[in-house]
């Protein structure tokens, strides 16, 4: 099975900190994303990356930065915390090969509170 | 209008009950069409895929309508372990996903 492992499950910021949340796959999936969860909101895509060095805006880039230095690595950067960046961060890898898309598989959340 | 819309529930079924969620899409070049299952304060999980000829996983079934611009998702014999939240996931590019704001199913004993 995929694994996609979050470094943390919960983290606690201060306002205007820079803050790093790693996301690792373990199953060589060229996409990998990262998407928070609001509720009422539903999931909003932030970042996604389909190669190494490679990053693609979502629907709600702004505030937030990637890193994709390897593969199996994907980073989201908030580069000065807000309160109003509290809330469920989730990553996700994909395969997508030949035409046919496999579905996500997500990592267990961070869930990031800035006070 | 939003890209995907689903009806948010909750629903509220007695075990043993037949549910069936909707959920429209407004892209029609949308090519791929999925079902996520989450549960309370965790990570969405892949429930199924969702073919033109429609498939089934044991008391799980899901249709996809291109005409009409709807997917479907019913299931039959509920379980108190259905509970969830379910998600309706459209593909209109390659590996970027549109996730609707999901349908809360309570089954009761």
């Known amino acids: 099975d995929v694994k996609v492992t979050q470094s943390s499950r919960y983290l606690v910021k201060r306002t205007g900190e820079k803050v790093f949340l790693e996301c690792v796959q373990d199953?060589?999936?060229?996409?990998m994303f990262w998407y928070r969860q609001d509720p009422g909101l539903g999931l909003r895509l932030i970042y996604f990356?389909?190669?190494?060095?490679?990053?693609e805006k979502g629907d709600i880039p702004e505030g937030y930065s990637v890193s994709r230095e390897k593969k199996e690595r994907f980073s989201l950067i908030l580069e000065s915390a807000s309160t109003n960046q509290t809330s469920m961060y989730l990553c996700?890898?994909?395969?997508?090969?030949?035409?046919?898309?496999?579905?996500?598989?997500f990592g267990s959340g961070t869930r990031l509170t800035v006070v | 209008r939003k890209e995907v819309e689903q009806d948010p529930g909750p629903f509220n079924v007695p075990e043993g009950a037949t549910v069936a969620f909707n959920c429209t899409y407004s892209?029609?070049?949308?090519?791929?069409f999925f079902w996520y299952r989450q549960d309370c304060r965790k990570e969405p999980k892949l429930l199924m895929s969702?073919?033109?000829s429609g498939n089934e996983d044991g008391r799980f079934t899901a249709q996809l309508n291109r005409a009409s611009q709807y997917i479907s998702l019913l299931i039959r014999d509920s379980k108190l372990s259905d509970s969830a939240t379910y998600l309706c996931?459209?593909?209109?590019?390659?590996?970027?996903?549109?996730f609707g704001d999901g349908t809360t199913l309570t089954v009761k004993p």
């Open positions: 892209n029609s070049a949308s090519q791929s």
């Open positions: 199953m060589d999936h060229e996409n």
């Open positions: 996931v459209v593909n209109s590019n390659a590996g970027k996903s549109t």
């Open positions: 996700a890898s994909s395969l997508y090969d030949r035409g046919v898309n496999y579905g996500y598989t």
């Open positions: 969702v073919y033109s």
């Open positions: 990356s389909y190669d190494v060095k490679m990053k």
